[in-house]
């Protein structure tokens, strides 16, 4: 199985090298590099950081086009046979990659597959003797075949540049008959989740999220009619 690594980068430097160089060194499966820019100009020398880990894409964006048209934007440019979204601000364990593709290649009814980082409860399933985390809606670290896309399409970009994209792919997944999950075992941790409750970046993050609900609220009025495939652009 082709995997790329879908890594978006806007600024926070110490983040992207501390946690996505880890993430790189522990994937423990080879996979290509795909990284786009959003803008990065408080910090650009996250851009050099980048180049030096020799990306199969690097897509320098003047400004944030948002996280959904940035994601759907690499596959295009670089289709594989899956693709996982990675933060920068993630710790990843050991063999995390090696570990989501032998869950996906193990259960063909996988939809969104995640590592859990909020430690939760869930109920938990025995499937093709693969133990899982069973949730409807899959955050953070998210692993995704072609075939799932081929039967729900891209990522929707109703959402601005931050907000309920995951929330609406997860939900898709589901009504269309998949299995969304978290790998039982594996852990990250989130080490920039909100980065001060009164910096820019959670201000953007509530205020993003705050007017994608109306929207996320009408599409899955649509989704719930049978309506959840997305065209590719």
């Known amino acids: 199985m082709k995997v790329n690594i879908l890594l978006l980068t806007i600024d926070r430097l110490d983040h992207t090298k501390n946690y996505v160089g880890q993430a790189l060194k522990n994937a423990g499966y080879p996979f290509e590099l795909c990284c786009t820019d959003n803008g990065s100009k408080i910090e650009p020398e996250v851009i050099d950081l980048v180049r030096g880990w020799n990306p199969s894409l690097h897509i320098l964006n003047d400004k944030n086009v948002g996280t959904t ?9 670089r289709p594989a046979d899956a693709y996982v979204f990675i933060g920068n601000d993630i710790q990843m364990p050991q063999d995390w990659l090696k570990t989501l593709v032998s869950y996906a290649e193990a259960i063909p009814e996988s939809g969104v597959v995640g590592i859990d980082w909020r430690g939760l409860q869930y109920d938990k399933s025995i499937v093709n003797g ?4 069973n949730t409807t809606n899959v955050f953070g670290t998210m692993f995704v075949t072609q075939a799932v896309r081929d039967k729900i399409g891209e990522f929707c970009e109703d959402y ?51 007017a994608a609900a109306p929207k996320f609220n009408e ?4 989704y719930d009619r049978g309506e959840y495939f997305i065209k590719y652009k």
């Open 160 to 210: 601005g540049p931050y907000g309920l994209w995951d929330s609406d792919y997860s939900i898709r997944c589901t009504i269309a008959g998949l299995l969304n999950y978290y790998v039982d075992g594996l852990m990250t941790t989130h080490q920039g989740h909100d980065v001060g409750h009164d910096s820019e970046y959670r201000k953007m993050k509530d205020a993003s999220l705050a």
């Open 219 to 222: 599409n899955r009025k649509k």
């Open 130 to 133: 693969k133990v899982v985390k």
């Open 69 to 77: 048209q940035a994601l759907n934007e690499m596959i295009r440019q």
